[in-house]
């Protein structure tokens, strides 16, 4: 444990805290939970047996499983649910370990080690996070390359080569921090459901699919600064140093489900409180144990930030000096927090009398104030999306649709959900959409799934406009958007949207106020804007499109290649030739035949990150 030895009466004190704990939140389970969910929080709560789980009936969905929960008659038997799918990554049913297949670890442990549900055990002589790296005048040996399902996911990285493939290393040059396993690869072993926290895993054969985890470009992320040609094995010649850190997946799930770790009372209803002082002691470790942080204060230490709300509650330490990477760019200062999720409301009241003694309590004095992202230091990056997100899209070789379609926003629009959500945005459309009849007198579509049946992707790729608004705090709905050639609709103030501080939006999207004036006015500003002004839009859309999707790694650069043969083969050719020969003006929106790999979402952090070299010498 990271903070050493527990006396025998707190950890009695902790286990009895977890006990009532978890039996007061036993009545405020919803329906359609996942399995292994359910069958922790009542092995826990002690109510049922191993052999009890709660009742029918179940649905299976890509090794995972819900189940409507009907407490009197909990009588559906564990192997039931685990046939369902194995929560622990690189299980085949039964689940029982017999039967094993290759678990997720961040580069397959370069090849140089077995993989442990998340964890690199490196082979003698390798060590490192990903066990690239060898011990001085070791042969290099093949490892596990030979194995194909090692070969299409792992790189070893151009850094750990006896001869690199370039003399210079391109810079900038990235020192990836070895950083301890509690803050990252143990967070896989803990959590309890097998498709969260990572972008892909593999099936019981060894064959790898992607996965559409919100929250998964943290793990990317990771893996991609360990695989790439900028990463750098000497810190003294870096210009940045990455910091890799799993909080989203501590924060689900594993905080509240799993019995470690705490950041520090068994407090599981506030987790920012818990990631503020996970940040704040990586930041201790690092800077008492390495030169690096406090050679420039931390200004060339690179930090993603992925949670709903981002850098809101980061600790002042970090982020005053540090760059973050983050998806929510809200830039006023003076904040309150806007999600609707009560356990990740950073300015929920803390019950210090229920935790006499615990530290951590004054989380809260450390992370104000400061704004959660501030555009001179940070960047907003994409959200992680698998090309099946956007099958039907013509930047992906699908054949351009008509845009029949006005404006479009199918999502959460805050039913059942507290006023603040999406900052009452959401709801408030909808509730225009609907009494206004915006949907047969503009074609303006606005609703959740079950208001809007059918492809999410062939309605985006016939939308002229589509709804970009927040949720509990950032949405990926612009990357939905961009990705089909669809014309952002932005509507949150004194908000940065992707890259918005670093390409010109204005060329490529329109923005609204909030307020409700501006809302009701939607039908008669997108219907007053000319046919000229929409097909420029859109052909500056189509020149920045790839900068919103992540196609770095061989995984990936081979799924968009797939992709797109598998689109020009769909279709008749004939329908492709013509479409391939429209203009410009006509249709900005041709079927690609390949991708622009040198220009995806991971290369523009990297080409950023180049030209801020200067500003981390300054000061």
């Keep these: 444990m990271i903070n050493g030895k527990m006396t025998k009466q707190r950890l009695e004190r902790r286990k009895e805290v977890l006990v009532q704990y978890r039996r007061s939140r036993l009545g405020c389970m919803m329906q359609y939970t996942h399995c292994p969910l359910l069958i922790r929080r009542a092995l826990y709560s002690k ?3 191993w052999r009890r789980v709660f009742s029918v009936p179940i649905h299976c969905y890509r090794h995972a499983c819900t189940a409507e929960i009907d407490l009197p008659q909990a009588e559906l038997l564990l192997w039931m649910v685990c046939s369902c799918g194995c929560a622990w990554d690189g299980n085949a049913w039964p689940c029982d370990g017999s039967r094993q297949f ?10 140089h080690g077995d993989c442990y549900m998340g964890f690199c055990r490196c082979h003698p002589g390798w060590y490192g996070n990903d066990c690239s790296r060898k011990k001085a005048g070791m042969e290099i040996d093949e490892g596990y390359y030979n194995r194909p399902w090692i070969k299409k996911t792992a790189i070893a990285p151009p850094a750990s080569l006896p001869i690199p493939p370039m003399r210079v290393h391109p810079r900038p040059l990235i020192y990836v921090y070895d950083m301890p396993p509690e803050y990252h690869s143990r967070m896989l072993q803990y959590r309890i459901a097998g498709d969260t926290c990572m972008w892909r895993r593999f099936t019981d054969s060894n064959d790898t699919y992607l996965l559409s985890m919100t929250y998964s470009v943290e793990v990317y992320l990771h893996e991609m600064m360990l695989q790439s040609e900028h990463r750098t094995y000497d810190p003294e010649e870096a210009d940045f140093f990455y910091v890799p850190m799993y909080i989203t997946c501590y924060m689900w799930p594993v905080l509240g489900w799993a019995d470690f770790p705490w950041w520090y009372a068994p407090f599981a209803h506030s987790r920012p409180m ?10 201790e470790w690092l800077s008492t144990n390495f030169p690096w942080w406090n050679r420039r204060n931390g200004r060339d230490h690179i930090w993603l930030m992925a949670p709903d709300e981002g850098a809101c509650y980061m600790p002042n330490v970090v982020y005053n000096t540090s760059i973050i990477l983050t998806h929510w760019g809200r830039m006023d200062s003076d904040h309150k927090s ?156 004194n908000v940065h949207a992707v890259f918005e501080s670093i390409l010109s939006w204005e060329a490529f999207s329109v923005r609204i106020r909030e307020d409700d004036q501006a809302l009701a006015a939607i039908p008669e500003l997108l219907t007053g804007i000319s046919p000229e002004r929409v097909g420029k839009l859109q052909r500056n859309l189509a020149k920045v499109w790839h900068r919103f999707t992540y196609a770095s790694g061989p995984l990936l650069r081979q799924n968009y290649r797939d992709m797109l043969t598998r689109n020009s083969q769909q ?4 329908l492709l030739n013509a479409s391939y020969n429209l203009p410009p003006r006509v249709s900005p929106f041709r079927p690609n035949r390949d991708f622009p ?23």
């Design 597 to 619: 790999f040198e220009e995806d979402a991971f290369s523009t952090i990297i080409q950023w990150l180049y030209h801020k070299i200067n500003e981390t010498r300054q000061g």
């Design 338 to 493: 806007g999600s609707a999720y009560e356990q990740d409301n950073y300015d929920m009241p803390m019950p210090l009398d229920m935790f006499p003694g615990w530290r951590g309590f004054d989380w809260v004095n450390k992370t104000r104030p400061h704004p959660c992202y501030n555009p001179d230091k940070d960047l907003v990056i994409p959200a992680f999306k698998s090309p099946d997100h956007f099958h039907a899209s013509p930047l992906l070789g699908a054949p351009p649709l008509e845009r029949d379609i006005l404006l479009y926003f199918r999502g959460d629009i805050g039913a059942g959900r507290r006023p603040n959500y999406s900052r009452g945005i959401r709801q408030k459309l909808v509730r225009l959409s609907h009494d206004g009849d915006w949907a047969t007198k503009y074609k303006i579509f606005i609703g959740n799934g079950e208001m809007i049946p059918g492809s999410y992707s062939e309605h985006l790729a016939r939308s002229k406009f589509c709804l970009v608004a927040p949720g509990d705090g950032w949405s990926p709905r612009a990357e939905d958007a961009i990705l089909h050639g669809c014309i952002p609709l932005v509507v949150m103030d």
């Design 47 to 49: 109510c049922i047996t």
């Design 102 to 111: 290759e678990a997720f670890c961040v580069n397959q442990c370069a090849g």
């Design 571 to 574: 279709y008749p050719q004939a």
């Design 274 to 283: 818990h990631v503020a002082n996970m940040i704040l002691e990586a930041h």
